[in-house]
């Protein structure tokens, strides 16, 4: 048993025997970590599309068209045509229950209508559409196809706004928050001159300066509502270049999906909120009278 290679068998045996059991007692803390029970990650609130409940505000009328463009189309023209295609992704998205509002009438009928159907139908947002202009004292004029036309290259951008009249200021300022980061990681800025003391009556102050949220506390749509209420200023119609941007297909639908993520955040967010802090937002058959509005009812934008 003395022969050399019986010696070197016998060491490599050993070797072998201690290798093993090296790796099996490597092996035992990771068998160990494995054998406790994993930690439970808390269940985010999900949103329930279904049943989401969303009014998408056409702002103006056929009859009352709002703005004119700088090239003579209307605002109203402008609206509706954002409004059907973020209404078209939002159902596409599951937001079956979303509404497009589309009134009809002079300015006084068509906003008494618009308050009074957000008034007496329970919703979770409503979210009204429309297109900027610019106070008359920056109007220059153009020729276009023949035509003189008024224009202002100075302004572009969008403008969010919200009322702290509002019966749920919060939640209105929240998806106002929502709604300004989902454009502006899209790539699109906010106009700022609002803040501006040269805007007169139409200065608003910025309460958020990463989205692009203002203040606009005296008006009707937002502050009449029963439910968070927001104002989207999609762009400056009466600016050249950003009306052509405006009537774009394609910036159109980048917007649209803009708005769906932000109502889907917003959606997940409200259903996360305790019972107790939500409002009940009920039918209330509430009967709007137009002379309630008279004193704050020619505000723009509306």
Same mark, same amino acid.
């Given at each position: 048993?003395?022969?050399?290679?019986?010696?070197?068998?016998?060491?490599?045996?050993?070797?072998?025997?201690?290798?093993?059991?090296?790796?099996?007692?490597?092996?035992?803390?990771?068998?160990?970590?494995?054998?406790?029970?994993?930690?439970?990650?808390?269940?985010?609130?999900?949103?329930?599309?279904?049943?989401?409940?969303?009014?998408?505000?056409?702002?103006?009328?056929?009859?009352?068209?709002?703005?004119?463009?700088?090239?003579? =189309?209307?605002?109203?023209?402008?609206?509706?045509?954002?409004?059907? /295609?973020?209404?078209?992704?939002?159902?596409?998205?599951?937001?079956?229950?979303?509404?497009?509002?589309?009134?009809?009438?002079?300015?006084?009928?068509?906003?008494?209508?618009?308050?009074?159907?957000?008034?007496?139908?329970?919703?979770?947002?409503?979210?009204?559409?429309?297109?900027?202009?610019?106070?008359?004292?920056?109007?220059? /004029?153009?020729?276009?196809?023949?035509?003189?036309?008024?224009?202002?290259?100075?302004?572009?951008?969008?403008?969010?706004?919200?009322?702290?009249?509002?019966?749920?200021?919060?939640?209105?300022?929240?998806?106002?928050?929502?709604?300004?980061?989902?454009?502006?990681?899209?790539?699109?800025?906010?106009?700022?001159?609002?803040?501006?003391?040269?805007?007169?009556?139409?200065?608003?102050?910025?309460?958020?300066?990463?989205?692009?949220?203002?203040?606009?506390?005296?008006?009707?749509?937002?502050?009449?509502?029963?439910?968070? =209420?927001?104002?989207?200023?999609?762009?400056?119609?009466?600016?050249?270049?950003?009306?052509?941007?405006?009537?774009?297909?394609?910036?159109?639908?980048?917007?649209?999906?803009?708005?769906?993520?932000?109502?889907?955040?917003?959606?997940?967010?409200?259903?996360?909120?305790?019972?107790?802090?939500?409002?009940?937002?009920?039918?209330?058959?509430?009967?709007?009278?137009?002379?309630?509005?008279?004193?704050?009812?020619?505000?723009?934008?509306?």
């Amino acid at each position: 048993m003395n022969h050399p290679w019986f010696h070197r068998w016998k060491l490599g045996a050993t070797l072998l025997i201690a290798a093993s059991l090296l790796t099996i007692a490597a092996a035992q803390p990771v068998h160990a970590e494995a054998s406790k029970p994993a930690p439970k990650t808390p269940v985010a609130a999900s949103c329930d599309r279904a049943h989401f409940r969303l009014i998408l505000d056409v702002g103006h009328s056929e009859e009352v068209p709002g703005a004119i463009s700088a090239r003579g =189309a209307t605002e109203y023209s402008y609206n509706l045509n954002l409004a059907q /295609k973020i209404h078209a992704k939002l159902r596409e998205a599951g937001f079956s229950k979303a509404h497009l509002l589309v009134s009809s009438g002079k300015a006084n009928p068509s906003l008494v209508s618009r308050v009074s159907y957000a008034a007496n139908n329970p919703a979770d947002l409503f979210l009204s559409i429309h297109h900027d202009a610019v106070p008359d004292k920056f109007l220059e /004029k153009w020729t276009y196809e023949g035509r003189s036309h008024n224009y202002c290259d100075r302004f572009k951008g969008h403008s969010i706004f919200v009322s702290r009249h509002n019966a749920d200021y919060p939640s209105s300022l929240l998806f106002g928050k929502l709604l300004g980061q989902q454009l502006k990681t899209k790539g699109m800025n906010y106009a700022p001159h609002y803040v501006e003391k040269f805007m007169g009556i139409r200065q608003r102050e910025l309460v958020d300066a990463n989205a692009g949220v203002y203040r606009f506390d005296n008006l009707v749509v937002l502050m009449s509502t029963t439910m968070p =209420a927001v104002l989207f200023e999609a762009g400056s119609i009466i600016n050249r270049d950003e009306e052509l941007l405006m009537g774009s297909p394609e910036h159109q639908a980048t917007i649209a999906s803009a708005v769906t993520t932000a109502v889907e955040s917003f959606c997940a967010a409200q259903a996360s909120r305790k019972p107790e802090q939500r409002i009940a937002r009920r039918p209330q058959q509430v009967q709007v009278q137009p002379s309630s509005l008279f004193p704050i009812f020619f505000q723009p934008a509306q």
